[in-house]
């Protein structure tokens, strides 16, 4: 795409990414598609950054004034027209220094909401939203006391963590000091990258029977454009909340639909958003929708490789010219249905071997697998752990078809993961493959 | 054109009899260059799918097929077997980074003056594997693969500093994951046990197990 005036020099955007971040190529090549210049802000530079200084720095982002001022200085040599946080880890300091820069953003305000699950389920009451009972507990309580005071079922979550870690479903008052007690382990044991603890607060909910759906939109002065929704057909009932599968367009009845995005629309007002990708997880009973989390920020993982629009455009492509002010391609989805899988982990131990995967390419409909986990690494099930062995996508002539083809491409698919202990002497058979492009592992926002 | 000790034709003809499938003979060629230089390959050649456009030479009871777009790199080269460590190895006398193709050879300075430098001390190294229609083709190696950051180093760091010194470059690809699938360019053969192995099929065993 053009910029608006061929005169005016191309408008410029500061992309904030974690190192660990699995989008980054995706929202690179957009940007190099649609001809966008960019600088890169992340945690550390990389290791040809000096080659071009004006394409990156470094910012910490947990150090929001300190990183605000670094991204002024840096702006009054390199001027920039917008700021992107590609995950949850850069979204509270983009929109503090889109404020501080006069750049169009959500207000920060209304993004720290959204990122505190508590602040979320306040402004969601408050606004008189469908949303479960919630207690938020410190990691220092008494669990043997709190049982006696929260219903059953319950969930309990920590505040912070992504990817439903340490989310668990408690059913009585002894299944809850285990999950409360685990969650306060699972908190202890996850810094930030400074070396700072991730929390220190459990938030206990009540848990919501019903269907799982997320929504992906995008907010244009405050006006939400609805670009998907995605069933999650395997039950999310507990005890661990692990996702696999998505797939859209949703097959629910059309007024179920249009409560779903009735729903996310009043969840964004309710917070405060106003501009930008946003991502809803909602639950969907005989009683309505119900909210569970409205993010500042588009889909995780790998997953937005599952939408395409108009003529093959991403949804990075999207989030880049909505955020300079630029008219979206086209926001038809480009294939009739698709969906994609993330591989649960269904043991911790050493990844030792991958094997089917060629097989399970083959299956009809299936686009790309694309493992993410290298052998030899250790690898932790939920709700501990915050990985997936990999995604698998798929591309269909309905919804049905395409979920078929994540679920039989999968049952293809065989993870030896073994101790320890018995890991260094495995020898891998014959279809052991190695993974060509591993990305690191997600870290805990 | 290439040589074979005593010691790796022995080898090669006790392999290569020990075979169900009729081998007509050994394909050899260049694969990529790493930090020590040429990165070679050598399998078996089963009868019916010899390689079209290879040069073909004799060396003892061996015939060589050697693929058409390695012939100048792999002149005067030794193919030697280690009886101690087991393992095959290919003498190089040709210099690795030096490219017929100016436009290749520009790029090839690039890499060796300005990033490999900085990419080796996070234990890496980007290898130029061809310049085709003003685009770059590089894979990555050591520590780049895996790296969170690979991504930007690529975008920000080499494709900036190589259109910086090399405008005529449109566009730099990276290889490192053609094993996906989802890269065009650097297709491997079908019978190529590694590229077997990354797709998850059954790799067909090493002539050199």
């Given at each position: 795409m053009s910029p608006t005036r061929p005169e005016a020099p191309p408008s410029r955007v500061l992309l904030l990414m974690a190192t660990k971040t699995y989008r980054a190529g995706a929202f690179l090549e957009a940007a190099s598609r649609l001809g966008i210049p960019v600088a890169v802000g992340s945690e550390e530079t990389h290791v040809l950054s000096g080659l071009n200084p004006r394409g990156n720095l470094q910012v910490d982002f947990h150090d929001l004034e300190g990183a605000t001022d670094k991204i002024v200085e840096f702006a009054q040599e390199n001027p920039l027209d917008t700021i992107v946080s590609t995950d949850d880890d850069g979204v509270v300091l983009a929109a503090m220094a889109s404020d501080a820069l006069g750049l169009t953003h959500s207000p920060m305000v209304a993004v720290r909401a959204a990122r505190d699950k508590y602040h979320t389920r306040q402004a969601l009451t408050a606004a008189g939203m469908r949303t479960p009972e919630y207690l938020r507990f410190s990691v220092d309580d008494d669990p043997s006391e709190i049982a006696q005071q929260v219903s059953y079922p319950c969930v309990v979550k920590p505040l912070a963590l992504a990817a439903s870690r340490g989310v668990m479903r408690a059913d009585d008052p002894e299944q809850f000091v285990v999950a409360f007690e685990r969650l306060v382990s699972i908190l202890r044991g996850v810094e930030h990258g400074d070396g700072t603890p991730v929390g220190d607060q459990i938030l206990v909910e009540g848990f919501i029977p019903g269907a799982e759906v997320a929504v992906e939109g995008m907010l244009i002065a405050g006006e939400l454009l609805v670009l998907a929704i995605f069933d999650k057909p395997d039950p999310l009932d507990g005890p661990y909340f692990e996702e696999t599968i998505y797939v859209t367009p949703s097959r629910h009845p059309q007024e179920v639909q249009a409560e779903i995005v009735d729903a996310t629309g009043q969840a964004v007002a309710a917070l405060g958003l106003t501009e930008g990708p946003i991502h809803a997880e909602m639950r969907v009973n005989e009683q309505g929708a119900w909210i569970l989390e409205v993010a500042p920020r588009s889909i995780g993982g790998y997953c937005s490789r599952a939408l395409r629009f108009g003529s093959d455009a991403t949804l990075e492509e999207l989030i880049l010219q909505q955020a300079l002010g630029h008219p979206l391609n086209s926001t038809e989805p480009a294939s009739p249905a698709s969906g994609v899988m993330?591989?649960?982990?269904?043991?911790?131990?050493?990844?030792c071997e991958m094997q089917g995967v060629a097989s399970a390419q083959e299956v009809p409909g299936i686009e790309e697998i694309r493992l993410t986990i290298p052998v030899g690494q250790a690898v932790v099930p939920l709700p501990e752990g915050s990985q997936y062995l990999g995604f698998i996508f798929s591309r269909a002539e309905n919804p049905e078809r395409a979920e078929a083809a994540l679920r039989q491409a999968h049952a293809r698919l065989n993870f030896v993961i073994l101790p320890p202990d018995e890991a260094d002497s495995h020898e891998p058979g014959e279809t052991a493959v190695d993974v060509p492009d591993f990305r690191a592992q997600n870290k805990p926002n | 054109m290439i040589e074979i000790t005593d010691a790796a034709q022995e080898k090669l003809l006790e392999i290569q009899n020990s075979r169900e499938e009729e081998i007509v003979g050994l394909k050899v060629a260049i694969k990529g260059r790493g930090p020590a230089g040429f990165d070679h390959s050598m399998q078996f050649v089963v009868a019916g799918e010899e390689p079209e456009d290879a040069v073909i030479t004799e060396a003892g009871e061996l015939r060589i097929f050697v693929e058409q777009g390695s012939v100048d790199n792999l002149k005067g080269s030794k193919i030697n077997f280690i009886p101690a460590t087991g393992v095959f190895d290919i003498e190089n006398p040709n210099p690795p980074f030096v490219w017929d193709d100016p436009l290749a050879q520009q790029v090839q300075d690039v890499l060796t003056e300005q990033i490999n430098p900085g990419v080796a001390q996070h234990g890496g190294w980007i290898t130029l594997l061809n310049v085709k229609d003003d685009v770059a083709y590089i894979e990555l190696g050591g520590g780049c693969v895996g790296c969170g950051l690979v991504d930007v180093t690529l975008k920000q760091g080499v494709e900036v500093a190589i259109k910086a010194s090399v405008?005529?470059?449109v566009s730099v690809v990276d290889t490192t994951d053609h094993a996906s699938g989802t890269n065009p360019y650097f297709q491997q053969s079908k019978n190529d046990p590694h590229h077997q192995a990354d797709k998850g099929g059954q790799a067909p065993a090493s002539p050199f197990a």
């Open positions: 993330m591989i649960p982990i269904p043991k911790a131990g050493i990844l | 405008p005529q470059i």
